[in-house]
Each structure stands twice: as C-alpha cells, then as structure tokens.
C-alpha cells in the first residue's frame, strides 16, 4: 500500500530489536483494513531510551509497542499507566496524545486471551494454576491469573529464592515449590505454564515429569520458537490440551493497534499463518 503524507506511524522500540515479529504482525493488519499507515522496527540502545521515546511524539508517531530491554525504563517515562503496568512496572504499549505519555501492559490480557482462545471452556476457577519461572513474563501471567481468580498458583523457579520474593511481592494464594519437586506441584492442577526459556531454540531443554499432571489440565507455553516445544509435545501425547506462545504475541498487540490506527483487529489462522511465514 502507498502511504499518503497523512498516514498514521507506530513501532516497536528494542534491543536488538530485527528479530521482532511485530512488524510483519501490525503490516498484515494494516493491509487487511486498508488503513493508511505504517508500523517500523525502532532498534534503540539502552542509554538513548529516553531520548528516542521523547523525539517520537516530534516525528508525529502514535505510540510504540516496546519490548527487551526497555520495558521497565519505558514505564519511567509515562504520563499515565493503566493498573497492570503499574503493578508490574513494566510497560509494553505506548500511546501518545497530546503531548502526555500513556502506558500499558497488555502481556497478561495477552496471556489469557491467547488461553481462552486456544482452550475454550477454560476456568480460572477449575484447580490451581502452575507457574514456571520468575521473569517478567512470569510476573504478566501471575498477575493475569490472580486477576481471574484461579484458587490457588503453584510457583516454581530453577533460583527458589527469586520465586519467594515474587509471592511476597503479589501476595495472595500463591505457593512456591522446589523446582523439580513435579509430583507435589503438578496434582491437582487445572494449568500448567511455562515461562522460562527452556526449550526456546538454542535453550537447554524444560526436564520435567507430568505424572502427576491430570488428564483434563491445560498446557501452555510461552515460547512460540519452536511453535512446538518438547513440554508440547508430550502434554499432548497424553491427551491434555495444549496451547502454544504464538497467540499471545498476537493477542497482547491488539489494544496498542486499536490505539494507534482506530480499528479492533482479530487475532485468526490467516494471521498466524503469516506471522509464522514470516
């Protein structure tokens, strides 16, 4: 599509920031509504972070989407902040209006319409929820399922100490576990996710034993290279439906579109066929 000189401008700013999707993502998108716009890849260094962000409003962007390292110095920046990226100071969507800086997370929003989708009939209510790892994806996903009202979320850390200081910090029903210990922390569960790294492409492999896991569980996991992970597969292989980490790229990206370019996109198989092209 030719873009006119009125065309809307949005972003993702990273470091590095090349392997992002989010370009491919936002263009099918735009394509697909014809709007007049366009969304670019904005590679900025840690130490440039504020002053990128404050030159963008000039250059009549609309806002950016914002991704590793800059996540928590984005929220530095904000105006504004909804209540997730206040809780998890952290913020991935911005939006510009007025010369004031409005901040949102929309990774655990991301995370659950992903699961819903992915899971249908999925209750937070029906067990407990597993949580692997304590990053910030991890954070996202617990403050997602607190807020949904699962009963109980087991936490598991390879570090068992960053794991209590994540429950001290959220509070309410959340229980760590001896990472390993897969018979005590899986019994019972309605879910099991996997934040961590293990099992990404050119990771060490996610070593555990679903025994105990029961057959009507959920499985997730967030990483989406591959789009099949081994705790995937095996879930799979003994009948428990699986949810891969595509959709929550695609899900947690569309209040910032709606934002920026005025239309509410779907997240369906066209688009995760092309994303995944990509």
């Not at 209750?123 to 109980?152: K, Q």
Request: charged share 20%.
């Amino acid at each position: 599509m030719t873009l006119s000189g009125k065309a809307a401008l949005a972003g993702v700013l990273g470091w590095p920031v090349g392997h992002s999707r989010s370009p491919r993502l936002h263009g099918f998108w735009l394509e697909r509504h014809g709007i007049d716009g366009a969304y670019v890849p904005l590679p900025v260094r840690p130490e440039d972070f504020a002053q990128a962000v404050s030159a963008l409003p000039l250059l009549h962007l609309r806002g950016a989407n914002v991704t590793v390292p800059h996540k928590e110095a984005a929220a530095a920046l904000c105006d504004s902040m909804d209540d997730h990226a206040k809780r998890l100071g952290a913020v991935n969507t911005l939006v510009f209006s007025e010369g004031q800086i409005h901040g949102a997370n929309t990774d655990g929003a991301g995370f659950l319409d992903n699961l819903r989708q992915g899971a249908p009939g999925w209750r937070a209510e029906s067990g407990a929820a597993v949580v692997l790892g304590s990053g910030g994806a991890a954070r996202a996903v617990i403050v997602a399922l607190l807020d949904a009202g699962v009963p109980e979320l087991r936490l598991a850390n390879r570090t068992r100490a960053k794991a209590e200081a994540l429950a001290e910090s959220f509070g309410g029903p959340i229980r760590v576990f001896d990472w390993g210990d897969w018979t005590r922390v899986l019994d019972g569960a309605g879910l099991l996710v996997n934040t961590t790294s293990l099992g990404m492409q050119g990771q060490p492999p996610l070593e555990i034993a679903l025994d105990a896991l029961p057959g009507a569980a959920v499985v997730n996991d967030i990483v989406y290279q591959p789009l099949e992970t081994e705790l995937l597969r095996m879930a799979a292989g003994r009948g428990n439906r699986v949810v891969d980490g595509l959709g929550m790229l695609l899900h947690q990206a569309r209040p910032g579109f709606e934002a920026w370019f005025g239309v509410r996109p779907e997240v369906d198989e066209a688009l995760r066929d092309f994303v995944l092209q990509g």
